[in-house]
Structure formats: structure tokens, C-alpha cells
């Protein structure tokens, strides 16, 4: 069970991880611009560049680890690194979840399809991934 579900977290943080090394090398897959590009995945009103590459990089690496990290709770070991680190991602991917649905982000992100995307998309699945994260943390622990 704890390895299907770690399977089913690592599979989009892969994705993610994947596409924004795509963008840390100056791609601006899914849209034709660079502009569209910024809109759809970042929204920061006002918004005309996609934030640094290095960051692209930072986020890529970041999420592929945090994927590594989800098939490693699947560890029947006693680490208590390996449970802190699965409990501060479950609280950073809820954190990222839950500011998705909060009045100061929707003012901060408000360019579209950002905005909509955050709330249909983007929210939703980082809620799901730190469930998640807790989920498989909770069954290290009992």
C-alpha cells in the first residue's frame, strides 16, 4: 500500500521536475512565449519574464527530490531524518495547497490562466501531495 501511494506522489513531482528543467534551459513548453509562459505557471501580477532560470533549476531538482523522498518513507527503517523530512514536506505542500484558496496570494498572483489554474490545478495537487507526504509519514510512525 505505503508503495503504491509514494509511487503515485513520485509520478507528478517527476513531472513537475521534469518540466521545469525544461524551463531552466530556456523552453517555454507549454505556451509559444515567454510571457504566456510566466502568466500560465507563475502569475506575480504584472508579470512579462518567467522568473530566473536557476530557479527553474532549483524548483526541478527540489521536486525530484522530494519524489525520491516519498519512495523512501516506504523505508520499513526507524529514521527519525527520513520522518522529519516526509513531515515538513507534508507541511510545505499543504502550506503551498491551502495559500492557493487565500486572498493575499490571489492578490500577489492575480495574471491569468495563472489565477485559475492555482485554484483548479495547482492548489489542488499540492494539497493531494501533502496528504500524501502525511499519509506516508503517519505509517512510519504507528
Known amino acids: 500500500m505505503t508503495a503504491g501511494l509514494a509511487s503515485i506522489i513520485f509520478i507528478p ?11 531552466a534551459f530556456g523552453s517555454t513548453y507549454p505556451t509559444k ?40 518513507l516506504t ?6 531524518i527520513l520522518t522529519a523530512g516526509g513531515m515538513v514536506l507534508a507541511f510545505v505542500f499543504l ?10 496570494w490571489r492578490a500577489l498572483t492575480p495574471e491569468q490562466p495563472f489565477a485559475r489554474f492555482d485554484v483548479k490545478v495547482y492548489g489542488p495537487l499540492c494539497l493531494f501531495i501533502g496528504v500524501g507526504f502525511g499519509w506516508l509519514t503517519l505509517l512510519r510512525i504507528i
Open 13 to 23: 513531482l517527476l513531472a513537475i521536475s521534469m518540466v521545469h528543467m525544461l524551463w
Open 33 to 72: 512565449t515567454e510571457r504566456d509562459l510566466a502568466r500560465t505557471v507563475a502569475g506575480f501580477k504584472g508579470i512579462e519574464k518567467m522568473p530566473p532560470r536557476l530557479a527553474s533549476f532549483a524548483v526541478s531538482l527540489a521536486t525530484f527530490f522530494a519524489g525520491l523522498w516519498a519512495l523512501a
Open 75 to 80: 523505508d520499513p527503517g526507524t529514521s527519525l
Open 95 to 104: 502550506a503551498r495547497g491551502f495559500v492557493s484558496y487565500t486572498s493575499w
